[in-house]
């Protein structure tokens, strides 16, 4: 957040829901918080707070991003209807919870992708992806991306990672990470607290 080095400082663990891939359903999930103790070259009085999501999640989503792309897979790569898609997920009951996702959040999650697809296209750091990612219906733009994106290796880290999930990576990283506090290619970052 500002530039500096060794200036954050590990403050505990707020925690949130999460659906992983399989459905699993965490109800408290640990996310790691962090105070940064100033805010470039001037010393303040107020201090700034941060969280540290796994690579996997999305701000303000309790969907996991391989949740999504399971679900958008099935839809635009296995033609299931949205339907469907429910009552599949309905089958990942896990001690009495039940996946029960409205279509409201199947159409937000088609919403995210789109927005993903235009941060890509305009980041002009993806030549592979602009050619396929340039459909002329959204339904095949999705699913395009999709495919795109279930095949991405990400060599940045290590060991690399493939999927959605190294594309997003990916994507940070290229515009800086956080040393530039660059956007995020799904979702959009929380607004720092003061404390």
């Known amino acids: 957040m500002c530039g500096g080095s060794h ?6 663990y707020y925690h949130r829901p999460v659906f992983d891939e399989n459905g699993t359903y965490y109800k408290a999930f640990p996310i790691a918080r962090f105070l940064c103790r100033r805010k470039g070259d001037k010393p303040i009085v107020d201090h700034r ?14 969907y996991s991003i391989p949740f999504i792309f399971k679900v958008l897979k099935l839809i635009h790569i296995e033609d299931k209807s949205v339907m469907e898609v429910q009552t599949y997920l309905s089958g ?5 919870i039940y ?4 279509a409201s959040s199947i159409y937000r999650f088609k919403r995210l992708v789109l927005e993903a697809i235009n941060k890509l296209l305009s980041s002009a750091g993806y030549p592979e992806a602009e050619k396929i990612l340039q459909q002329s219906s959204v339904y095949h ?8 994106a279930r095949t991405f290796w990400c060599y940045k880290t ?9 594309l997003s990576y990916d994507y940070y990283m290229q515009g800086g990470g956080w040393f530039r506090n660059n956007y995020f290619l799904f979702g959009i970052p929380s607004q720092f607290r003061i404390v």
């Open 7 to 12: 200036c954050a400082k590990f403050i505990g």
């Open 49 to 62: 707070t941060f969280s540290l999501l796994p690579h996997q999640l999305i701000p303000y989503s309790k």
């Open 92 to 96: 990942f009951e896990q001690v009495g």
């Open 99 to 102: 996946v029960d996702l409205s």
């Open 141 to 148: 733009r999705i699913k395009a991306f999709i495919l795109f």
């Open 158 to 166: 290590r060991p690399c990672i493939r999927g959605p999930c190294a």
